[in-house]
């Protein structure tokens, strides 16, 4: 099974609206942390990080909260406009198998924003 | 121009057939990554290089094999192609093993 996952495949929110989008991580031993987003036929691109020392970080309307204890990852996007419609994608760094270090993303939500 | 350019950006091909995607990057990192993204399961790791001389696994790399050619070109193979390898492949680099990853736009592959 995947070591990060959704809880929500698509969120559909009212323009002007704030959005919240969540991640759930299995691996303790991860340490940092990203939001990737995915416009239709194009590739992903880089949000917001967060190292694990963090619990909270802000960018332009973007704030990623991280709870080392439930080990969960959240993304919110304040006063939501269409051009933020896209999948959104959560990464964590740590490969369980090999102990190499390289980002594992989760399946990804649809974020759907209604004019 | 793009800092990560994969070519082809889509290829149809047949069973059987032996498919090479290409990466090459402008951004000077050494480390450099080959991901599978399908509809619903999000992006998984075929393979992933730290430099020219180290190639490691990633989650799904079997029937795949990658070539490090040098620091800019990380090419993914698939000998024998397969249906279930009809994908959106993407190519990624990045400066650091926990920093940004910046992709390239995907090579769509179709098998028949």
């Known amino acids: 099974g995947e070591s990060v996952g959704l809880h929500l495949p698509t969120l559909s929110v009212q323009e002007g609206d704030n959005s919240i989008i969540n991640c759930a991580y299995s691996n303790s031993a991860s340490d940092y942390f990203i939001w990737y987003k995915q416009e239709s036929g194009k590739g992903p691109q880089f949000i917001i990080d967060i190292r694990s020392n963090m619990d909270k970080r802000q960018g332009q309307r973007v704030t990623v909260l991280l709870n080392k204890t439930v080990k969960h990852l959240s993304l919110q996007i304040a006063a939501t406009q269409p051009g933020d419609s896209a999948v959104y994608f959560c990464a964590e760094n740590f490969r369980p198998d090999t102990g190499r270090r390289a980002l594992t993303f989760g399946s990804g939500t649809r974020l759907q924003v209604q004019p | 121009d793009a800092d990560v350019t994969q070519t082809p950006r889509n290829r149809i091909t047949k069973t059987g057939k032996r498919i090479m995607l290409e990466c090459s990057q402008t951004?000077?990192?050494?480390?450099m990554y080959w991901y599978r993204q399908d509809p619903g399961l999000g992006l998984r790791l075929i393979y992933y290089s730290f430099d020219v001389k180290d190639i490691n696994k990633g989650e799904i790399s079997d029937g795949y094999s990658v070539s490090r050619q040098a620091q800019a070109k990380f090419s993914l193979s698939l000998e024998s192609a397969i249906p279930n390898q009809t994908a959106l492949y993407f190519c990624?680099?990045?400066?650091?093993?926990?920093?940004?990853?910046?992709f390239g736009e995907g090579s769509r592959l179709t098998v028949l």
């Open positions: 951004k000077g990192h050494d480390r």
């Open positions: 990624a680099t990045s400066e650091t093993a926990t920093g940004e990853l910046f």
